[in-house]
Structure formats: C-alpha cells, structure tokens
C-alpha cells in the first residue's frame, strides 16, 4: 500500500506515537508499504509553529531534519498535475493543505492517512483513517 501521511499523523509518528491508532501503526510499520510525505505537511508544520500552536524547543530546522532523518519518506511533490486536480476536489471545507493532500493521494494513487473526520469520506481517494 501506498501510504500518503496527512500533517498530523506525520507529525504523531514522530513525537506523539501513542496518538496513532493500532491499525495505522501496524500499516505504518509494514515493510511492504510505502510511506509517502507532501512538502505541504512541512509548510502546514511551519504555519503551526509560526502561530505557536506547536512548540519545538530544538527550533523548527532540527526538528524537521531529524523527522525527515527518522524514516525513509517518498516525496509527493507539487506538480502541474496535482494543481490541476485541484479542480475536481470536493471537500468540506476550504482548507489549502487539506487540498493539496487529498489532490496528491488522488494523482499519484496513494491511500491518505487521515484522524481528520471531515476527510474520511472524501470521494475519489483511499483514505486509512486513524480510528481506535
């Protein structure tokens, strides 16, 4: 399976494990899956920072670099595609990251890793969602 990490299970993964459902972390774990990261997530971890709404008392360049160092990650890169698909995105609400996450899963076939309810059922992807 090909796993797309939304920002907050990425964000679990590295500090808060315990957040994560046994579930996703048995998939996350498994050798034959594909873990896959949006520079999207970083940007949305930079803006949280940025507000204070997370702290990282080893400063944000570190934190990153040592998240990035912890496990191997394909990258699911902006592309002309993925702006396109943009388009055909339905959800909710109109939060960018969100966007760029669920239009990167649908390009590139992964299934986005989500706690967040109000993409769970969002049409048109796989979602793994983070459920006890």
């Known amino acids: 399976m090909k796993l797309l990490l939304d920002t907050h299970i990425w964000i679990w993964t590295v500090g808060k494990s315990s957040r994560l459902s046994p579930r996703v972390t048995r998939e996350l774990l498994n050798p034959t899956n594909e873990l896959w990261l949006s520079p999207i997530s970083i940007w ?3 803006l949280l920072h940025r507000k204070g709404r997370l702290t990282i008392p080893e400063g944000f360049s570190t934190w990153i670099t040592r998240a990035l160092a912890a496990t191997t990650f394909k ?34 076939g992964l299934t986005l890793v989500t706690a967040d309810e109000k993409l769970l059922s969002t049409p048109g992807i796989k979602v793994l969602a983070n459920r006890s």
Do not use: C, G, N, Y
């Open 75 to 108: 990258e699911a890169p902006l592309t002309f595609e993925v702006a396109q698909a943009l388009a055909t995105i339905k959800l909710p609400h109109d939060d960018p990251a969100d966007q760029f996450l669920v239009a990167s899963a649908k390009v590139f």
């Open 44 to 46: 949305e971890f930079f």
